[in-house]
């Protein structure tokens, strides 16, 4: 079996409404999808979601780097070489952490639909479902409960709060959501990388009452020992996300006690591959994990939903990012019903209608 045919699309996804975090504001998203075909006929599918703050891609970035260094890699080539494709991406010396992610992801969806099998059970199965968060953004209290709300109804039990730059704000706005949706709400605290150490332990310290599930990134993504001495002087645990990039990341995270729980987005770290390696080592310090996204597309989320249900340590997850497009293509490729995730049972990621 080799490849014959490499083609990529460029998906261009409207948001509702949008959101705000710590650094920046998002309305609009830029996908780009890989379609692999073999001469036997089997089609694999693969997403990339570049982030110029995140990724330090764009999608022409993406785009280029197919042109230049993937599609020749993979044309004609038997497509079952996963190891040694992602070293020749790696030995470029390029950047381009969603590339190959999206390479390494329609792979592995290519040898799922050749074993006739589910993504996440050729990976291990070890879960059907999983409860996800949904994001709240930085917004106005008034409209943060209104969406508090309008979420709690549709069945979602785990609000991830963002904030970090307010701290006060923030405080308020935890208890406001208790108050209003009742202690059975799951609350997830995301400050990225928008507090001081001060602010941390300030928020933290005032929010005990409200039983925060998980502090996410309070510290900037390069100041290991602030996130260190966050990690040793709260009472929640602290999750690494944006300082989470690489395997080596997660070594120095684990080797100098810096968090407690880190965060893996397929789409940062460059595949499955890599979100493989990087959840063994969390894995062997006794760090908790989730799995979570950027503005993917379903297709990206699949790939996520998929690796989450096949590792037993993968406990969390926050897997939203694709709920507020208008027009995503893939968004029949498993099933949302009362905050939990159902994977399709359809051979690789699911049918796709594209």
């Known amino acids: 079996m080799i490849l014959s045919k490499v083609e990529y699309f460029e998906l261009e996804l409207e948001m509702a409404s949008g959101y705000t975090i710590a650094y920046e504001t998002i309305s609009h998203a830029k996908n780009v999808v890989l379609k692999l075909t073999t001469n036997t006929g089997l089609v694999g599918w693969g997403c990339a979601a570049p982030d110029q703050e995140i990724t330090h891609e764009t999608s022409q970035t993406v785009i280029n780097n197919l042109e230049q260094h993937i599609i020749p890699m993979l044309q004609g080539q038997d497509p079952f070489q996963l190891a040694l494709f992602n070293k020749k991406l790696r030995d470029t010396g390029i950047k381009m952490p969603s590339a190959m992610a999206m390479t390494n992801i329609a792979l592995h969806d290519l040898l799922a639909r050749k074993a006739q099998l589910p993504l996440y059970k050729l990976m291990g199965g070890f879960r059907n479902k999983i409860a996800t968060s949904i994001t709240i953004g930085i917004m106005p209290l008034n409209d943060t409960l209104a969406l508090g709300k309008e979420y709690w109804q549709q069945g979602f039990k785990i609000i991830k709060l963002k904030g970090g730059i307010e701290v006060n704000e923030d405080i308020e706005k935890i208890f ?42 309070p510290t900037a993504f390069d100041n290991l020992q602030a996130l260190k001495q966050v990690t040793n002087r709260v009472s929640v645990p602290v999750m690494a996300d944006e300082s989470i990039r690489s395997l080596s990341d997660v070594y120095h995270l684990s080797k100098h006690d810096a968090s407690d729980m880190i ?38 989320i699949s790939a996520g939903l998929h690796f989450a249900l096949s590792r037993p340590n993968v406990e969390f997850a926050d897997l939203d990012g694709h709920l507020d497009f208008t027009n995503d293509p893939f968004k029949n490729l498993f099933q949302l019903k009362d905050g939990w995730l159902y994977p399709s049972e359809h051979d690789g990621l699911g049918k796709v209608d594209f």
């Open 176 to 217: 406001k959501l208790k108050e209003e949706l009742g202690f059975e709400l799951i609350l997830r605290f995301d400050a990225n990388q928008g507090y001081t150490v001060e602010d941390s332990i300030k928020f933290i310290e005032a929010t005990k009452q409200a039983e925060i599930e998980l502090f996410e990134q």
């Open 263 to 300: 965060n893996i987005k397929i789409m940062k770290v460059g595949g499955l591959t890599e979100a493989a390696h990087i959840n063994s080592v969390a894995k062997a310090a006794g760090m908790e994990v989730m799995v979570g996204c950027l503005d993917e597309c379903a297709l990206g």
